[in-house]
């Protein structure tokens, strides 16, 4: 009904950038908040950064005046750019779609993930 396809991982040196991106498709009727969440090796899934419908934008303090999210609501896309990357960025990165389907109702999608390696 609903897919998301995540791209824009890689390997980066410290102090460099990468921006991610995630795409919906399918039998969408809206989309309310949209995130990113990260997960390290051994430790669990966290926030990363959040932003609702109407553009309010949330970050987890770690990446606060490093990394930017910001949504197409036409396009039904999410990216978050990613600065002065360290190596406590390395993760699998998921995005996130609150999304109401036609004739479904109210659905929580995750993208694949994709890998973020930050070497030092």
């Known amino acids: 009904q609903v897919q998301v396809v995540e791209s824009g991982g890689g390997l980066v040196q410290a102090g460099g950038s990468l921006r991610l991106s995630c795409a919906a498709s399918?039998?969408?009727?809206?989309?309310?908040?949209m995130g990113w969440y990260r997960q390290a090796p051994g430790k669990e899934r966290e926030l990363v950064a959040g932003?609702?419908?109407?553009?309010?934008?949330n970050y987890a303090d770690s990446v606060k005046g490093r990394f930017t999210i910001s949504r197409d609501n036409a396009k039904n896309t999410v990216s978050l750019q990613m600065n002065s990357l360290s190596p406590e960025d390395t993760a699998v990165y998921y995005c996130?779609?609150?999304?109401?389907?036609?004739?479904?109702?109210?659905?929580?999608?995750w993208g694949q993930g994709t890998l973020v390696t930050v070497s030092s």
């Open positions: 399918g039998n969408i009727k809206s989309i309310n908040a």
């Open positions: 932003i609702t419908r109407a553009g309010s934008t």
């Open positions: 996130r779609y609150a999304v109401v389907v036609h004739f479904v109702g109210y659905l929580e999608v």
